[in-house]
């Protein structure tokens, strides 16, 4: 989990909006609900704290997304075709094109229990939200995962220089639980 300084710096903003409040305002209408929002930020900032710090440390990160980038960066551009599980009232399961655009890379948090996992965003060029017609908003973006793999495994495959392409997962649905038409796509 990154955060960005901006990020922090908004945190402290409102914690200290919120402080302020707290001491200068008598009304007890607004002081509950400051303390309240007060008490989340800051089992935020404890869990955030706690997930940076007990984090493991991996050995050659950062080649290692280089080398998972590398492996699935052909996949960029590529045209999805997804299904929807329920007719939304059209009659019929409305077929969606979707592009992938991004490749999301997630390392473990713990190196031996959690595993790396590579995730394709992809986005329906042709999405239109309108007001008339909200299905459409099922449609815009989603996820497919597209390998798990433990940082000993990775390890060994990137010392062999063998590639991930036998270890993909078997694709049928999104994470969105959109069923995918051209699984084929990801043998390439």
Excluded: A
Excluded at 31 to 41: A, E, M
């Amino acid at each position: 989990m990154k955060t960005t300084k901006g990020t922090w710096e908004v945190i402290l903003t409102i914690t200290l909006i919120l402080l302020i409040t707290i001491f200068l305002v008598d009304d007890n209408d607004i002081r509950i609900p400051s303390y309240i929002i007060l008490g989340f930020i800051i089992v935020f900032i404890t869990y955030t704290l706690w997930v940076q710090i007990t984090m493991d440390d991996i050995n050659n990160e950062e080649e290692k997304r280089n080398f998972l980038n590398e492996q699935f960066n052909h996949f960029v551009n590529s045209e999805v075709q997804c299904k929807l599980n329920k007719t939304l009232g059209l009659g019929t399961r409305k077929t969606i094109k979707y592009t992938i655009n991004s490749i999301r890379i997630i390392r473990p948090r713990k190196r031996k229990k959690d595993t790396w996992w590579v995730r394709l965003e992809m986005e329906n060029p042709s999405w239109n939200y309108s007001f008339i017609d909200q299905r459409e908003m099922l449609s815009s973006n989603d996820t497919i995962v597209i390998l798990n793999i433990s940082d000993t495994e990775l390890d060994k495959r990137m010392i062999n220089k063998k590639g991930l392409k036998s270890l993909i997962n078997p694709i049928k649905k999104t994470m969105g639980g959109l069923e995918i038409l051209n699984p084929d796509v990801f043998k390439k």
